[in-house]
């Protein structure tokens, strides 16, 4: 479980770092650039939140529906559902950010 927090703490950066170098190179202004730099840093790390606190539910829920029949669970694979969706939900804010910024939603400029 320690592990995702600590991926958490490295791809949060990574992804708001990505989103102002690419908003700043692209033409917005600063403070645009970094409220969406601060955005999607916010919903990574909320991401790799999520994923840790509710780790045992989505554990269980993916044992139950995913992979109804396990001969044995390793702990190694609830350590990697918990980061596969902490960064499923980085993915995500960093697409919402490239989708409003091509189709001007959201304020992007």
Do not use: K
């Not at 702990?75 to 499923?88: F, H, I, K, Q, W």
């Amino acid at each position: 479980m320690f592990v995702v927090s600590v991926v958490g703490l490295f791809v949060a950066p990574a992804a708001a770092a990505g989103v102002f170098l690419h908003a700043t190179r692209t033409g917005s202004t600063r403070r645009i650039a970094l409220l969406w730099a601060g955005g999607v840093g916010v919903v990574s790390f909320g991401g790799f939140l999520f994923a840790y606190s509710f780790g045992d539910v989505l554990h269980r829920l993916y044992l139950q529906q995913l992979r109804p029949v396990p001969v044995a669970a390793s702990p190694y694979e609830g350590t990697a559902l918990r980061v596969a969706v902490g960064s499923a939900i980085s993915v995500l804010g960093v697409f919402l950010y490239r989708i409003s910024r091509q189709y001007g939603l959201f304020g992007a400029d």
